[in-house]
């Protein structure tokens, strides 16, 4: 009983160290422009993006509705995000 509760103990204080950090809104600029330049719909290179306290604003053009929505739901899913401000614009080439 007394093995299992030193290791209750030392399960918890271990599982408190590896407890997520908040995100940086320098970490969150960078992921969301791998994101968004990795995928081949959205073609992200050109998207103009800023991270002000986790919400995250694009900005430019892009060629497809679908692109624009794309782009939303992959930023969407970056760790640290709270909300995404899209001001895409679609303009087909």
Avoid at 11 to 31: G, H, Q, R
Avoid at 34 to 59: E, N
Wanted: hydrophobic share 40%; glycine share 8%.
């Amino acid at each position: 009983m007394r093995y299992f509760l030193s290791l209750l103990v030392l399960f918890c204080l271990i599982s408190t160290m590896w407890a997520d950090k908040p995100v940086s809104d320098d970490e969150i600029y960078n992921n969301v422009k791998i994101r968004l330049a990795g995928d081949r719909d959205v073609k992200g290179g050109g998207i103009d993006v800023t991270v002000q306290s986790g919400v995250v604003t694009l900005k430019g053009t892009v060629e497809t509705d679908n692109a624009k929505s794309k782009a939303e739901k992959l930023t969407k899913k970056v760790k640290g995000v709270k909300q995404v401000i899209n001001q895409l614009q679609v303009a087909p080439k």
